[in-house]
């Protein structure tokens, strides 16, 4: 039997021993329990996407979140993702575009994590199917120093649409930042926020995202999951292009992030993920959302800029 990593006092990574990876699978839907007549909503399930996505229901979605396999030789849990020639990646893409597309609404909204080499491919091939209505690029600020390269720290999310009919909650993704240099009208602050512990400004998000922290061991959100992406992020992507109560999809779930920010934020979900390991985290995580609703770096309903807000005395910062 597996042993348990040994972690640091402080270290909040999300683990399992063997009895609870079993426990929480079977919180998990699975293909055996599918039928014509079920709809399965919020929920993980283990399997294979392109066997899952052609039976689910059609028009089901409100909101699509794809972070498939970047184009890496990529180890995840049992599977390891080698990395394709440009004209096969594209072909990979194309097979979960069509497998998936059915479940769209026809306002559904569309987004698609890459990174900058499979951002190329992909853009490109969202184009054929979907119209795209811009390219947000996110500061992660973790990544392997490179000597004969810039480091790279950004990666990519494609946003694209069904048809011109679809929603956008700019008010709901609002970005709160420091004001350095408050400008007053008769004494009065001018567009921005005056409080004991600072002065911000609440403002429009762009599509550079530079506030976000790649979950690490002493955050609750934490896994072992070689690519998981922070709440914060997918919290964004939500609030911005679905309401409460919306179903949102997830075809490449790993360990549920999605699912997780979606049901914080009163949202319906499906994930589906072919890893079990990744799916009985995903159930762990989406218990854990009982207790604790909250979204690091998400408070007032406003995104904090990087270390603008502590939660508690012993919380990490955004």
Known sequence: ??????????????????????????????????????????????G????????????????????????????FGSSKFKRMEKSEYAGFTRKWIEAVYHTLKPTASIYVCCDWRSSMIIGSVLEEYFTIRNRITWQREKGRGAISNWKNT?????????????????????????????????????????TENGNYRDTYPS?????????????????????????KLFAKL??????????????FAGVGTSSIVAKKLGRHYLGIEKEPEYCALAAKRLEMADSDPSIQGYADS???GRNLLVRHKNSDMT
């Open 48 to 75: 294979d996407c392109f066997c899952i996505l052609p039976k689910l229901s059609a028009a089901l979605a409100d909101l699509l979140i794809v972070d498939p396999p970047y184009n890496l030789d990529k180890v």
């Open 207 to 231: 599509n550079f995202w530079d506030d976000l922290s790649v979950p690490y061991w002493s955050m609750p959100e934490n896994t072992d999951h070689p690519a998981q992406k922070p709440e």
């Open 238 to 251: 939500i609030l911005a292009s679905s309401q409460p109560g919306d179903m949102i999809l997830d075809p």
């Open 154 to 194: 950004m990666e990519d999310i494609w946003f694209a649409t069904m048809s011109k009919q679809y929603q956008f909650n700019s008010g709901a993704v609002k970005h709160r930042r420091r004001v350095m240099a408050p400008y007053r009208v008769a004494g009065k602050p001018k567009d921005w926020i005056e």
């Open 1 to 46: 039997m597996p042993v348990m990593k040994e972690r640091a006092a402080r270290n909040r990574t999300i683990c399992l021993s063997e009895a609870e990876k079993k426990i929480y699978l079977s919180m998990c839907f699975s293909e055996k329990t599918m039928s014509p007549n079920r709809l399965m909503i919020d929920g993980i399930v283990v």
């Open 302 to 304: 406003v995104f904090w």
